[in-house]
């Protein structure tokens, strides 16, 4: 099971108040338990408070994640004042950990079919919330569509029409998400080229699930991505690890991804765990939450992770923060503003650590 720091290690104060950016969450995976259990009341929900303890109970073999994510959108998200609870308590959350910029996954398919909120309507729920979250907490959320691979390719192309039909600047780009088993990247690249002529910018989870590292390669050479989420068994590849690498791409990875907890031995899960051998590939990663409520684990912590179970020193946590700099969709001065800035604050915590 992952360590989490305790809160009276010197490492996690320094790790709560390092600026972070975050650009792998999901919104309906960052639910808290108390509002989920909320929107169960409310809709009368045959949600069980058992079922609501497993959902949030991380064991041993974690389960549970994806059922939890249909669960709202099928049953218990009805208006845009319901996704802006979501998108503003995830956005506060976030905030108390040190993260200053969230890009953030939303998957409108799921919305419209399911919740019967338009594509515009529910936009205006967390477009709102992101205005409110920076004006009270000072923290920059930016969205990123997301196709639902398990859902039609058609399915997919009618989400980017959506998107760039009713274009705003809180949504940067499109990604994909939900289980990779027999839903490979291929069957996307039109909804993928549509984002691409449009101007949006793109994204894949790849090689996630234990899936071939030829998912990670379809997403880089034929959706021609931006970045990779998860990615891990590009490993599997050194070759093609080296051209990711030589190309600067960023793989935005998961520490208490649910796969390997499940598949790798307790006694060697952190030993043997992909993210622990991606950069001495030459790959660039980033860490972040997925699903932080329902993974139990804070940026914070998710952090404290890369030290503790994957080994990782300060100097290269550093990298890592400047990865994310690199990898977010921001504009060139912002980024190095932000560079000069978060190696700053760094810089000075860590001086702080080691005067101790």
């Known amino acids: 099971m992952p360590t989490f720091l305790a809160p009276s290690d010197p490492l996690y104060g320094f790790l709560l108040r390092l600026p972070k950016v975050e650009l792998h969450c999901h ?7 108390d509002t989920f259990s909320d929107l169960v009341r409310r809709a009368g929900a045959s949600i069980s408070e058992a079922e609501i303890e497993a959902f949030y109970t991380r064991g041993e073999k974690p389960v549970g994640v994806l059922r939890v994510l249909r669960a709202l959108d099928v049953e218990l998200i009805r208006s845009a004042d319901d996704l802006h609870r979501l998108t503003y308590e995830y956005l506060q959350d976030a905030a108390a950990h040190g993260v200053r910029y ?14 019967g909120l338009a ?3 529910a936009l205006q729920g967390i477009v709102r919330a992101i205005a409110d979250a920076q004006a009270d907490h000072g923290i920059t959320g930016r969205l990123i569509a997301a196709i639902d691979r398990e859902a039609p390719p058609e399915a997919a192309v009618e989400m980017v029409r959506w998107v760039t039909e009713h274009r705003r600047e809180e949504v940067l780009g499109i990604g994909i998400d939900y289980r990779e088993v027999d839903h490979p990247p291929e ?7 549509l984002a691409r002529r449009a101007g949006l910018k793109t994204t894949a989870h790849a090689g996630e699930f234990g899936m071939p590292w030829t998912n990670v390669r379809t997403a880089v ?6 970045r990779i989420d998860h990615g891990y068994t590009v490993v599997d590849a050194p070759e093609f690890a080296q051209r990711c690498a030589e190309a600067g791409i960023v793989f935005t990875v998961v520490p208490t991804n649910s796969y390997y907890l499940r ?6 899960w952190a030993q043997e765990h992909p993210i622990r051998r991606m950069p001495a590939l030459g790959l660039r990663i980033h860490p972040n939450t997925d699903d932080p409520t329902l993974h139990q684990v804070t940026p914070t912590q998710a952090w404290g992770m890369m030290l503790r179970d994957f080994g990782f020193g300060l100097d290269e946590l550093r990298g890592f923060m400047l990865n994310g700099l690199d990898a977010a969709w921001i504009d060139e ?5 932000w560079r000069a800035d978060f190696t700053a604050r760094f810089d000075a915590l860590r001086a702080g650590i080691v005067t101790q």
């Open 119 to 121: 594509y515009p309507q």
């Open 221 to 226: 050479e034929l959706l021609k991505v931006d």
């Open 187 to 193: 069957w996307f690249a039109e909804a993928y080229a």
């Open 263 to 268: 598949s790798l031995p307790p006694e060697r």
């Open 333 to 337: 001065a912002t980024r190095r503003a």
């Open 102 to 115: 969230a890009e953030f996954f939303w998957n409108p398919t799921g919305t419209a079919r399911m919740s």
């Open 27 to 33: 919104l309906l995976g960052t639910v808290r338990r």
